[in-house]
């Protein structure tokens, strides 16, 4: 009977030792998804950006406040997913050897390519906001970025 309660109790520990790891996972796509809501629309976004550009940019002209919030926006896709992709390679790594692996960056590239067309569709149905495959293509993008970063660090430790 012994045995068998050990194989329980290190059951669950592999359970919380997963759920430790990926629950950080979830919990930036919470963030995401936070941001992927209308009070992170561009109309809303305006407000905030507006008067910090202004005090940067004084002369920036309507076309440059246009090309500012555009490139600010599409930089927050790419590094919401840059972060997820970092997150969700270290969730699929879980604290064993620290040499790159193809699998665990394969792991992470799935799980930031299905949220980030989840994110995307999900924008669809958020007022004042608009699903976009470009967004989701950046998101990718970031994700990858991510994952050539983890690559590099380890290819440098070794």
């Known amino acids: 009977m012994r045995v068998v309660q050990g194989a329980v109790t290190t059951e669950k520990a592999a359970w919380s030792e997963i759920l430790k790891y990926w629950g950080v996972v979830v919990a930036w796509m919470v963030v995401i998804s936070t ?3 209308e009070g992170f629309s561009a ?3 305006n407000r905030y950006l507006d008067p910090i550009l202004r005090y940067f940019f004084p002369k920036l002209t309507p076309a440059g406040f246009v090309l500012a919030h555009s490139v600010i926006r599409k930089a927050a896709h790419l590094t919401e997913f840059f972060i997820l992709g970092a997150l969700a390679y270290w969730a699929a ?3 064993r050897a620290a040499s790159w692996q193809p699998r665990w960056a394969a792991s992470a590239m ?3 390519i299905v949220y980030a067309v989840l994110d995307e569709a999900h924008q669809m149905f958020v007022p004042n906001r608009t699903g976009s495959y470009v967004d989701s293509g950046i998101d990718c993008l970031g994700a990858l970025l991510s994952q050539i970063m983890v690559y590099l660090r380890r290819r440098r430790r070794e």
């Open 35 to 37: 941001l992927s809501g």
């Open 43 to 45: 109309e809303n976004t």
């Open 93 to 95: 790594r879980r604290g």
């Open 110 to 112: 799935m799980v930031a």
